[in-house]
């Protein structure tokens, strides 16, 4: 892991408060994992009942958490997660598989729960076995000191190289009755689709099936968390998991089964609203990131090549350097709208900065004022937009520029 | 472009004397396409008969330029080629059409010519047009002191961000008659297939047939050019041109008009070594590199996806400041490795630095002694290996690290 560096700018001045969800309590704590005194477990426990839906990374090395949650993600039902950071229990064989199978079976032991419905992640070095055994010494404590008030000690018990917890909230009405959502991330670099090496996870207490939470999960990824890229490096160990407690019912919310109900609508705007929240706070906390910046592609021939291209400059290190040093170069976006090999024609792009269009019909744009341009990437978030104009595929990415604290961070250190 | 910045570590004591190849000659001079007082064009003129094959980028936004030389080629003849720097004429729309289009009418009446055996690249700023008319004032005297010497001069005059010319030269023999094959090379940032930011020329006095030459040509460029990588980024201008005069038939050397002729051979191995040293040089003078890095991977199910996997790792910016950081982060390695997409199984895989294997069969390898790593890892050329255990695919590529200085090069500036 990377030294400390300076807060984020884009830290918020206080943290968000968030209120209970009913049929969930955290608990932060210290198990020593790699760093003693240091926060690096988290555990949440959830009534009874509770729904569970997930979407882990795409690596083909994954890490041993993601092969457990996987595997128990079918039966959809979950009693308790235990997330550790400092080691990412990635790329550790048979003692990997041995680790998260005495970690579930411990969180089982001490909240009384079938091995099952535990869920677990970890995050940090890759390679490391994961000494597992040092959570039996703190998970009584974690489960009897359990509060549903504790969500920022959660958050914080997640972090790694981040420099905020991250954290957000939403309300929704199902059949009139309100519900609510909330939850945190993690994640600072190894950011791309899909996943980023990331962390977040989502609380509700309204009553959704798991076979409808995950058909809403999956969904409401595609624009949110799947759409960020920090450095184009995808993590062995990104998860992303939906508890729905169900509590709301208690307050007479209708049980939902299927993601098609129409009653579903405002809890589904309200999770896109909330992940797209979280997935742009792990952007503008990439390591080293000094500007927040919307990759807009329109006019392509289909919504894959839109976010294909998207990506392409979102991607870019040469995109991400001129940002970085506040140029608005659009020969760079060219450059990487012409590497994605999604099908273009020069001579019908348009690139905006902001609300300025620099370049059009394959060149550059006669009225542009580069004063305006200039005063745009001075801004701390930029809008890029690109209009191929030959199809109707658009698509949105965000990302951060790639600056030298970014190398710093990644290269100036001795694990 | 950049300003200048220190010399490559890389760079040769002495440049490497170039012998001629009969039937080209050389010159350089100042148009002032971008700067004054600058050498920043280069012209080659080829005698009667010679043959002409290339590679382009496969960038969907190519330039001018480019578009220019893939209609000539299929008539597979040359007398001229013009490249200049400064500006890239790429994205310039008519504007660049015609650019290109007065070039060639200004060099063919220069060289006595026709204009459709006249080749073009240029290299620099994307979407400034290209004042072609500069070119006008110089030709009559490039033409005038073409020499069949003037290698370094040549080689320099198509630097941009380059630190250092970049010459290489081989012979062979066809039919028992020696042939000679030398050539330069630019390119240092925007480097990735296929191709890199690149420019590169090649010249032999051997009488091979144009399709012949295309098809060596093609062949050869995909384990050297098309198998380096210094920051993922195509550029839309990159071109590599080989003109072969055919001179060699004055001493006796066979005309050869198949690529399957046995007599090719050797020939063709000394194009490969040629290319190779030529592409090796241009990952050397990367943009901000400080070490040079081979990555091999063998194992995979097939060459194409062994050669994804080596691109994956070596476009990799977390592996790649990791080097730059002499860390052996074999995680991240895993991380890129699982990233890329093709199939890989954890617990077969091995990865080695130098030669010590650091990772086996799904764990770190218990033997490895750190600080014997340790030493590798301040090497200036790294080898890294990754074999997945899987199948009899392999692939080799090369890169460079990512330093703080490419970030400066690329960021800390005002074009």
């Known amino acids: 892991m990377a030294k400390a560096g300076p807060v984020s700018k884009f830290a918020p001045a206080t943290l968000p408060e968030i209120p209970p969800i009913d049929g969930v309590r955290f608990a932060a704590g210290m198990a020593g994992v790699r760093y003693s005194r240091r926060v690096d477990v988290m555990l949440a426990l959830f009534d009874e009942g509770t729904r569970v839906a997930g979407v882990f990374t795409r690596s083909k090395c994954p890490s041993a958490p993601v092969d457990w949650c996987r595997a128990r993600l079918s039966a959809g039902k979950a009693r308790a997660l235990?997330?550790?950071?400092?080691?990412?229990?990635?790329?550790?064989?048979?003692?990997?598989?041995?680790?998260?199978?005495?970690?579930?079976?411990?969180?089982?032991?001490?909240a009384q729960a079938s091995e099952r419905q535990i869920f677990l992640a970890s995050t940090g070095v890759i390679g490391e076995p994961l000494d597992a055994t040092k959570f039996e010494r703190v998970l009584p404590k974690l489960v009897k000191t359990a509060s549903p008030d504790a969500w920022h000690d959660a958050a914080r018990a997640i972090m790694t190289t981040d420099t905020f917890p991250k954290l957000a909230t939403r309300s929704a009405e199902i059949?009139?009755?309100?519900?609510?959502?909330?939850?945190?991330?993690?994640?600072?670099?190894?950011?791309?689709?899909?996943?980023?090496?990331?962390?977040?996870?989502?609380?509700?207490?309204?009553?959704?099936?798991?076979?409808?939470?995950?058909?809403?999960?999956?969904?409401?990824?595609?624009?949110?968390?799947?759409?960020?890229?920090?450095?184009?490096?995808?993590?062995?160990?990104?998860t992303l998991l939906l508890f729905a407690t169900g509590a709301a019912a208690a307050r007479g919310a209708p049980q939902i089964d299927k993601a098609s109900d129409a009653r579903l609508d405002g809890f589904a705007a309200a999770l896109d609203s909330l992940l797209l929240e979280l997935a742009h706070q792990v952007v503008k906390d990439g390591e080293g990131a000094r500007k927040f910046v919307e990759v807009r592609v329109s006019g392509a021939v289909n919504a894959r090549a839109a976010k294909r291209i998207a990506l392409s400059i979102a991607n870019s290190p040469l995109v991400k350097t001129a940002i970085a040093?506040?140029?608005?170069?659009?020969?760079?976006?060219?450059?990487?709208?012409?590497?994605?090999?999604?099908?273009?024609?020069?001579?019908?792009?348009?690139?905006?900065?902001?609300?300025?269009?620099?370049?059009?019909?394959?060149?550059?744009?006669?009225?542009?004022?580069?004063?305006?341009?200039?005063?745009?990437?001075?801004?701390?978030?930029?809008?890029?937009?690109?209009?191929?104009?030959?199809?109707?595929g658009a698509a949105t990415v965000w990302t951060c520029d790639l600056t030298k604290e970014y190398v710093a961070i990644n290269g100036d250190y001795r694990s």
Chains 1, 2 share one sequence.
């Open 82 to 110: 235990l997330v550790n950071s400092g080691n990412a229990n990635a790329f550790t064989g048979r003692l990997g598989r041995d680790a998260v199978k005495l970690s579930a079976e411990l969180v089982a032991k001490a």
């Open 325 to 392: 040093g506040e140029d608005a170069n659009w020969g760079r976006v060219v450059m990487a709208v012409g590497k994605s090999g999604e099908e273009a024609d020069r001579d019908k792009l348009a690139i905006w900065f902001g609300d300025t269009r620099v370049a059009y019909k394959g060149q550059r744009d006669p009225s542009y004022d580069e004063a305006a341009v200039s005063e745009i990437m001075k801004r701390d978030e930029i809008k890029l937009a690109v209009d191929l104009g030959i199809g109707p």
């Open 175 to 238: 059949g009139g009755v309100e519900v609510r959502i909330a939850g945190f991330s993690k994640g600072a670099g190894m950011i791309a689709p899909d996943m980023a090496t990331m962390l977040a996870f989502v609380f509700t207490d309204a009553p959704i099936g798991a076979e409808a939470l995950q058909v809403l999960l999956s969904r409401s990824v595609r624009d949110s968390f799947n759409a960020i890229t920090v450095d184009s490096d995808t993590s062995t160990s990104d």
